[in-house]
């Protein structure tokens, strides 16, 4: 499968619990991107990886939130402290680097919830 | 978000009836993106619109963007239950950040 894959798919994790979210991105694609989508709302940007550096982050994104792509390939996406608001769908997705117009490809999610 | 507004919010629709989907933007867009999503999947990438007056069409999919490139429209003709899902427009405004409409579900009763 050469698609965008992230793991875990599922995740139930107590408050105040750390968790870490896996994405791996397609291969020859440079750009990633974490999104944040709560139930009846479209996804919310989080962040933006251009190879290793992360080049812009959201507001959305607390000092709680972390997201690393330590040699621009796969990133991790890690909440300390987890609070029940953070209940979500946790997206990534990835470009390549040629085009403006390509389009981003994402991956199946990790649903979160916490207790 | 608040720059993307899409309407309707829900749509129940008859097998074999036609349908539109519109998403209005409070900024000029430079590339309008439309996306299909299974309840609790993630985005499976339909088509994308970059200048003004521009239509394309897949399937039984056309979408259009309108010639102030500020509204785009997604129609659907002789709807089937496998067009079921929700839709979700997006586009880029600042930066390499990336706006979603708040998304139309879609239900097909067959």
């Known amino acids: 499968d050469t698609g965008v894959s992230q793991n875990p798919r599922h995740k139930i994790t107590k408050r105040g619990q750390n968790v870490t979210f896996r994405c791996d991105p397609i291969?020859?694609?440079?750009?990633l991107y974490w999104y944040r989508q709560t139930l009846g709302q479209g996804p919310e940007f989080l962040t933006y990886f251009q190879n290793e550096a992360q080049l812009e982050k959201s507001r959305l994104l607390s000092d709680r939130f972390s997201a690393e792509r330590p040699k621009g390939s796969f990133s991790t996406l890690e909440i300390q402290r987890t609070e029940q608001g953070d209940s979500a769908m946790y997206l990534c997705a990835s470009r390549p680097q040629l085009a403006t117009s390509e389009t981003q490809y994402f991956g199946p999610g990790t649903r979160l919830l916490v207790l | 978000s608040q720059e993307l507004e899409q309407s309707p919010q829900s749509l129940i629709v008859q097998e074999g009836k036609n349908l539109t989907i519109n998403c209005t933007s409070s900024?000029?867009?430079?590339?309008l993106y439309w996306y299909k999503q299974k309840y609790g999947e993630g985005l499976i990438f339909l088509m994308m619109?970059?200048?003004?007056?521009e239509e394309k069409s897949h399937e039984k999919i056309t979408a259009k963007l309108d010639e102030k490139k500020q509204q785009s429209s997604l129609h659907i003709t002789a709807s089937q239950p496998s067009h079921a899902g929700i839709y979700l427009c997006?586009?880029?405004?600042?930066?390499?950040?990336?706006?979603f409409g708040t998304g139309t579900s879609l239900t097909v009763i067959p």
């Open positions: 900024k000029t867009l430079y590339g």
């Open positions: 619109l970059q200048k003004g007056g």
């Open positions: 997006g586009a880029p405004f600042t930066g390499n950040q990336f706006y």
């Open positions: 291969s020859e694609h440079n750009r």
